[in-house]
């Protein structure tokens, strides 16, 4: 059964960068039809797709957060790690690490996020 | 980039009740590429359906998706206890995932 951990500090100073990793287990992440990605969710709001990897290194991200944000896979580690730069409080949030599996639905290919790690919470405070 | 429109922000119903949630997109969407989450208090949200109508595995068939171009709808036919959670839509597309801002459903 696939599982995945998200591992990082607790704690992130303002202006300093944030970096996550998520181990996956039980399952190889070089899978062809897979994508991989993060997802946050800050106190009492709801989920924010941050970015997604595919174990080829092709990624793509959200927009709002590109010229912060640098995701890249290890396959040798079986991990995926974030690294978001000059944080601020409005970066405090549960962070999620995410597989997309592939389904075909009426013989057309879809996604579906349907492991999800348990959450790390992150706060940006001095 | 597509934005998901979620109504009602809160749906107060009773256990035995059916439930009706709704996800517009802002541009005609594939159906295919729409997916409902289900969210308890400090747990990880949890697949329920993919492609706008097909059930992930071990979901309860009171779980129901419908909907095409713009309009798509979680049923739960029958409200259980554990059904009382916060319910987000989700959207795929090439270049980016977004997610509707939840419609929680609580006891009425």
């Known amino acids: 059964q696939l599982q995945l951990q998200e591992s990082g500090p607790g704690l992130v100073k303002p202006s300093e960068p944030l970096s996550l990793s998520c181990t996956v287990s039980g399952g190889s992440i070089a899978s062809s039809t897979s994508y991989w990605g993060w997802i946050r969710q800050p106190p009492g709001k709801g989920l924010t797709w941050i970015g997604t990897?595919?174990?080829?290194?092709?990624?793509f991200n959200n927009a709002s957060l590109q010229s912060r944000l640098t995701i890249s896979v290890d396959t040798s580690k079986n991990q995926f790690s974030l690294t978001l730069t000059s944080v601020t409080a409005a970066d405090t949030a549960v962070y999620f690490c995410?597989?997309?599996?592939?389904?075909?639905?009426?013989?057309?290919?879809?996604?579906?996020?349907?492991?999800w790690g348990q959450g790390t919470t992150v706060t940006v405070s001095s | 980039e597509i934005v998901l429109t979620q109504s009602p922000g809160t749906l107060s119903l009773s256990p035995g009740e059916r439930a009706t949630l709704s996800c517009r997109t802002s541009q005609t969407t594939d159906f295919n590429y729409v997916a409902w989450y289900q969210q308890k208090p400090g747990q990880a949200p949890r697949l329920l359906i993919y492609?706008?109508?097909s059930r992930a595995t071990g979901v309860p068939d009171r779980f129901s998706g419908s909907g095409s171009g713009t309009d798509f709808t979680l049923t739960i036919s029958r409200l259980e206890p554990e059904d009382f959670a916060v319910y987000y839509c989700?959207?795929?597309?090439?270049?980016?995932?977004?997610f509707g801002q939840g419609t929680k459903v609580e006891i009425e």
């Open positions: 990897i595919h174990y080829t290194g092709s990624n």
């Open positions: 492609g706008a109508s």
């Open positions: 995410v597989r997309a599996n592939y389904y075909i639905t009426y013989g057309q290919p879809t996604y579906g996020l349907d492991v």
């Open positions: 989700q959207h795929f597309s090439s270049s980016s995932w977004t």
